[in-house]
């Protein structure tokens, strides 16, 4: 039987897992968005695609 300090340790420890993948998430997302920025303006050869996003406020369509 598990006693409650060591239930209350895998719970956090699975919390902490659970943000780690949570942030990992994020940035894969992040990091796919800005790629997809970056490659819209190298083939206009402007940065008008980065301008845009920027006033849009980040906001997805």
Do not use: W
Request: with cysteine.
């Amino acid at each position: 039987m598990i006693d409650p300090i060591n239930y209350l340790l895998i719970a956090i420890t699975a919390c902490c897992f659970g943000l780690l993948v949570g942030f990992q998430v994020t940035h894969i997302y992040y990091c796919r968005k800005l790629t997809k920025l970056a490659k819209r303006s190298v083939n206009t050869g402007t940065i008008a695609p980065i301008l845009v996003e920027l006033e849009a406020g980040g906001q997805s369509e």
